[in-house]
């Protein structure tokens, strides 16, 4: 009897121990992080006049269980680094600093688990005052006290978390110019950080330099010309926000994962940036065979073009045969220099990229421009300034379509020589006229193409849409892939009829840019993501232009996959 | 009724050793497993071991899951879509108790980033540990492997604590929205002529708006008829 009580108590003990520790580690697992904080917002951006004063909020909450969390807060510089980040610096050292015009509302303050505090922050803005100015609101956490137990090696560190501000300061001298000050292109040979990305990876560097007084947004494009300037390739350069603090240099990268075949070619970089014109650079470079390859670059060449703006960007009219028509334009100068334009009429066309391309000759059929008179067609405009101008066309009698013609700007610094090698920057308005009477809105899908990239599995469908009408046309529409369907051979009797196709995916074309001229051909791409499954296809493309009409092509294609 | 105060004896007796059992088991500190190099082989420690020849702990538990707690943040008139950030961590000091000269390892920094922005991480201050009587250092160690290693023989690249400057990667947006670990391993190497008093280190890590990422090609490269 009391054996059995003991092996009793000894069983009940060790069950009870047992389920003891799983609920243990249940609530260890389900347990919360005993520090850890959240703060909102993590940016402030504020528009204010010289002279306003404004208020805004910070929220800091500790989301831990069981811990106290004492925070210090204060207000300093902000820089930027070439890598883009935010930089907190002692006050002072910046010369766009708004440290100065902060106060926050509380300095050094402990939060109890579970609790938020809000830290109000107030902004007064002095008079006088240009462009923009920058500062960071810090939280830091105190470290903990420090153990009476004995140690050997302490590290102790201080968490921040902190709150970027933007301060634009609203007034019309605010500056806004910026250029790339160098363009690079290396591989993983030149770079080993790349070889996460394969051995044929490249990456391109465009640093964008902000020379105005306020910050700025870049926006990058870059796009890799053949020697023959045909473009091989078109990216986005760098990505995030894009932000430029006045005297900073951001880098703007891409890295391209699978190497260009060698060869020669050329790199175009062009940021945007809410300038009048966008900060562009060109590289020249070679790709070496080997196959890890080498990049050999030319000589870097920045495009420091003079800063002016023309309004229409763009001349659409209707006129009928025999007619007279008229309209203005206006050229602002957003240089602090004096600067000399000339206007003139050029012929042009776009290629199959969507790019326009100026012709070096003011023949061709569609061409208008010796219809046109511009008044004045050279001036020279002070600092600052807008100057109207008038263009007018006679349209003559027996004439029906479309006509066409660019409208070149070519501006320099006043006191240089137009034509000679100082700087010149020329600004392009597309003129597109419409002679109303018979207009023949006609096109047809001339070749269709299917590329396959290795590896990945993307296809990409290329559709040749050529106008062959008398007016521009803007073309849109989509593709149909459709699988064979197999017809299993029952027997002896064998399905001799129309083979058919059963819709697999439905993709649009990629975003079309500009027109398609009267005579010219424009490919439209659609790119279908994902590896198709081995069979016989057939791709069908529907392109929509002009009023209600359609121009269709089909071709077939076969999918195998490679022996491994 | 024997029976009964036998019961209730039984009861009595299990639930103080199950409490004995688990507040044994809630001491379990903020130690972390630390490694002694032994040649060019790094050798297991584990914690608890009163003969171990080191020790690592950080100032609190270590983290075992993520409780990110949402809350209704007032969002500023001045932002259409507020930022915020998460920051979880492991603690604020972080200490070795050594006994004898050698190299030891540990993994005892870490954090969770979750943020709906782009966010970067800065190091400064980084450094050896100085003595605190101005007569030496301990050099320091540095690396932040990824993915994360289970010991700090898989590690390549050991940055000299000095020259932690450079900002941490974080990974892509989504990562990011998730929460997004890093984990720093700290290598220490003491030596024979370091004076038995206290080393210390003081240093910042800084959670900073990231203005610009690279772009990187989702496709793996150039379409061939």
């Keep these: 009897m009391k054996l059995n009580s003991i092996f009793r108590v000894i069983w009940s003990t060790f069950l009870l121990i047992s389920i003891t520790v799983g609920l243990t580690e249940q609530l260890k697992a389900a347990s919360a992080y005993e520090y850890s904080f959240a703060l909102s917002p993590q940016l402030v951006e504020l528009e204010l006049l010289p002279g306003e004063k404004t208020k805004f909020s910070v929220l800091l909450v500790n989301e831990s269980k069981t811990k106290n969390a004492q925070f210090l807060v204060y207000v300093s510089d902000l820089t930027e680094e070439r890598s883009g980040d935010y930089k907190v610096v002692e006050p002072g050292v910046s010369s766009y600093s708004a440290a100065s015009w902060i106060k926050v509302s509380s300095s050094d303050f402990v939060i109890g688990p579970g609790e938020g505090k809000e830290i109000m922050a107030e902004v007064t803005v002095p008079r006088g005052v240009v462009g923009g100015r920058y500062a960071v609101i810090v939280f830091e956490l105190v470290p903990e006290e420090k153990s009476k137990e004995e140690k050997l090696g302490t590290l102790t560190l201080h968490h921040r978390m902190t709150t970027a501000v933007e301060i634009s300061i609203k007034r019309r001298t605010a500056k806004r110019r910026a250029v790339i000050s160098s363009l690079k292109v290396v591989s993983v040979r030149e770079d080993e950080k790349l070889a996460k990305f394969g051995k044929e990876a490249l990456m391109f560097s465009a640093s964008l330099k902000n020379e105005g007084n306020i910050h700025i947004f870049g926006e990058g494009t870059l796009t890799i010309r053949s020697k023959k300037r045909r473009r091989i390739r078109q990216v986005p350069l760098g990505g995030g926000r894009g932000t430029v603090l006045p005297d900073t240099i951001v880098d703007f990268q891409s890295v391209l994962t699978r190497r260009l075949p060698p060869g020669d070619y050329i790199a175009e970089a062009v940021i945007k940036y809410a300038g009048s014109r966008p900060a562009v650079a060109k590289l020249p470079f070679t790709i070496s065979p080997e196959e890890v390859p080498i990049t050999k670059a030319g000589s870097f060449k920045s495009m420091m073009e003079i800063s002016f703006a023309v309004e229409p960007e763009l001349i659409e009219m209707v006129a009928p045969p025999g007619s007279f028509r008229s309209m203005g334009l206006v050229v602002h100068n957003r240089e602090d220099r004096p600067i000399y334009v000339e206007i003139y009429p050029r012929a042009m066309e776009y290629n199959s990229d969507g790019e326009l391309i100026l012709l070096p000759s003011a023949k061709g059929s569609y061409y208008c421009g010796d219809w046109l008179t511009i008044n004045p067609s050279s001036f020279e405009l002070p600092p600052g300034e807008k100057k109207r101008l008038s263009i007018s066309v006679k349209v003559p009698e027996g004439k029906v379509g479309g006509r066409y013609a660019n409208i070149v700007f070519d501006a320099v610094l006043a006191g240089d020589n137009p034509g000679t090698t100082v700087r010149k920057t020329s600004s392009n308005v597309p003129f597109f006229l419409t002679i109303s009477g018979t207009l023949n809105q006609q096109a047809e899908i001339v070749k269709m193409k299917v590329l396959h990239q290795d590896g990945s599995g993307h296809r990409e469908f290329v559709v040749s849409f050529k106008n062959t009408g008398n007016m521009h046309l803007k073309p849109d529409g989509k593709i149909l892939i459709k699988k064979r369907v197999k017809i299993e051979k029952k027997g002896e009797i064998e399905y001799v009829g129309e083979p058919d196709y059963e819709q697999v995916e439905e993709i649009a074309f990629n975003k079309v840019e500009g027109v398609v001229l009267p005579g010219g051909t424009r490919d439209l791409i659609a790119v279908y993501p994902a590896e198709l499954p081995d069979g016989e296809y057939s791709v069908e493309a529907e392109v929509d232009y002009g009023d209600k009409k359609k121009a269709v092509g089909k071709k077939t294609f076969s999918v195998v996959t490679a022996e491994k | 009724m024997k029976k009964i105060a036998l019961g209730l004896i039984t009861l009595a007796l299990t639930v103080a050793m199950s409490m004995s059992v688990m507040a044994t088991m809630g001491s379990l500190t903020d130690e972390h497993p630390a490694w002694e190099l032994i040649g060019t082989q790094w050798s297991l420690m584990g914690t608890g071991s009163v003969s171990a020849n080191a020790r690592a702990w950080s100032s609190d538990e270590v983290i075992k899951s993520c ?159």
């Excluded at chain 2, 540990?106 to 100085?130: T, W």
């Excluded at chain 2, 002529?193 to 990422?213: F, G, H, P, S």
């Design chain 2, 67 to 225: 409780n990110r707690l949402n809350w209704p943040i007032s969002v500023s008139v001045h932002a259409s879509v507020a930022q915020w950030i998460e920051f979880s961590i492991t603690g604020t000091r972080y200490t070795w108790l050594v006994r004898k000269p050698g190299i030891y390892a540990a993994n005892s920094i870490s954090a969770i980033i979750a943020s709906n922005g782009d966010v970067g991480v800065a190091f400064s201050g980084f450094g050896d540990l100085a003595s605190v009587k101005g007569d030496g250092t301990i050099p320091v160690w540095y690396a932040a492997p990824v993915p994360d290693v289970a010991d700090p023989g898989a590690i390549k690249d050991w940055i000299p604590a000095a020259q932690l400057t450079r900002e941490c990667e974080i990974g892509d947006t989504a990562e990011l929205h998730k929460g997004y670990t890093w984990k720093l391993w700290n290598k220490i190497e003491v030596v024979r002529c370091n004076t038995a008093c206290e080393y210390q280190n003081d240093a910042c890590i800084t959670l900073v708006l990231k203005n610009q990422k690279p772009w990187i090609d989702p496709t793996t490269g150039y379409f061939k008829k």
